[in-house]
């Protein structure tokens, strides 16, 4: 009985690992599409001249 749930339970794990995972990269590719949109499309700055849109 214990094998039995030891399997399960690590199937549960790595199919939670792998579910996550997938998240994680469409997260990070929305990040990259927000700041690659952001980098082309930033407007003029106060001081008038073109500066960079992110703040670091």
Do not use: N
Request: charged residues 5%; without cysteine.
């Amino acid at each position: 009985m214990v094998p039995i749930l030891l399997v399960l339970l690590l199937a549960v794990i790595l199919f939670g690992a792998g579910f996550a995972v997938e998240v994680l990269w469409w997260i990070a590719l929305a990040v990259l599409v927000v700041w690659l949109l952001g980098f082309f499309f930033h407007g003029p700055t106060a001081t008038g001249g073109r500066g960079r849109w992110y703040r670091w």
